[in-house]
């Protein structure tokens, strides 16, 4: 994957009182997949295999990101997600959709 096609910058969209205790621990806490909002976030196997065979022809032969993309789809196939957590990230810093999801309906925070 060339520089050019990577976020510069990543943000990480939340409400106030969830960006307060981020920035003064300077940790973000991931999900346990099995209790987000949205079941539909953990039962695309199609669009993360897709994802991942697109990922995989922009890395070449990167070794490490074909293991990623192997233990994804792996993932993705076994109908099940042990001991996987998420943190939702975007490369947009002023996106409406995830103000409006994330943000507390634009009251929130996009830390960078």
Known sequence: MSDDTLPALLHHYTDALDSSGIV???TLWATDIRFLNDE????T???????CQ???SELGTN???NVVCDAVEALATSGEFPDTFVV?????GDNLGQWRGYGAQGGG???D
């Open 88 to 92: 939702s990230m975007c490369g947009d």
């Open 24 to 26: 003064e621990s300077r």
């Open 40 to 43: 539909t976030e953990a039962s």
């Open 63 to 65: 070794w490490a990101g």
């Open 54 to 56: 697109r990922l995989r």
């Open 109 to 111: 925070y996009a830390i």
């Open 45 to 51: 196997p199609g669009a993360i295999r897709l994802a």
